[in-house]
């Protein structure tokens, strides 16, 4: 009796488990706590895009060469995606939304790839691509919701919402459970494959931190492109199914 009281009291001092989620570098603004880690990575993507496009465009010229030729041909197939999905009468206004989707997720993906993040030290957490964190996801994702929530309601107004309760009202739930599963999917098919990238190209640079990560490292930066191609292709077919559900009423 003596021994299992002693491992009772012992017991408490090593679980028998323990999960860690992780620290994080926390900003305290009103009664709002946020992640500063991804702001401070989030910041740099947007930068490095206000730079490229400021110095793509200060001189622009009749026939475009380096960089303005860059933009011009990005422009044309971020116009391509929308022409596609949305439809050529309805596409235009929704190109600036889905270019900067695809813009701030494709850098985002590639300076996680090619970025050394955690070479930065900063206080009780490290920093990553903003797309590593499911926060940004999630908020990518719900933009994307409103938008074309916003492109259907624009097009018929409250009768928009009919469309759940079409061809019968049995389907209602089902309807419902499918606005639902459209933001979760987007968020987390994009968190998981950029986690999953960054976490095998770290376990293989500690095991073998010569050539072998190489190979991996340049299938992440066309995953990563993947990526940021399809978010921007589902925002677009999603926007173009709400444009389109209020056409044919």
Do not use: C
């Amino acid at each position: 009796m003596t021994t299992l009281l002693d491992a009772i009291k012992i017991t408490p001092t090593f679980p028998l488990a323990e999960l860690e989620v992780g620290e994080h570098f926390y900003w305290e603004i009103g009664n709002f706590t946020i992640h500063g880690q991804v702001f401070l990575t989030s910041w740099f993507v947007i930068a490095l895009l206000l730079i490229f496009s400021f110095l793509g465009t200060r001189n622009l010229q009749r026939v475009p060469s380096g960089l303005q030729n860059f933009l011009e041909y990005a422009l044309d197939f971020i116009r391509d995606i929308a022409k596609t999905q949305i439809g050529e009468k309805e596409y235009r206004p929704w190109v600036p939304f889905i270019g900067t989707l695809f813009l701030f997720i494709f850098v985002s993906n590639w300076s996680g790839a090619l970025f050394p993040w955690k070479v930065i030290e900063i206080p009780h957490s490290e920093l990553a691509a903003p797309t590593n964190d499911i926060n940004t996801t999630v908020a990518l994702a719900l933009l994307t919701s409103l938008a074309y929530f916003y492109a259907g309601i624009s097009k018929r107004g409250i009768g928009y919402f009919k469309k759940y309760i079409e061809p019968t009202p049995i389907l209602l739930p089902i309807n419902i459970l499918e606005e639902f599963s459209k933001p979760i999917s987007l968020s987390f098919r994009l968190f998981g494959n950029i986690l999953a990238d960054e976490l095998v190209v770290a376990v293989l640079v500690l095991l073998v931190p010569l050539f072998v990560p190489l190979p991996v490292m340049a299938l992440g930066l066309f995953t990563s492109a993947i990526q940021a191609l399809i978010f921007a292709t589902l925002a677009g077919a999603y926007i173009g199914e709400s444009l389109e559900h209020g056409e044919e009423e």
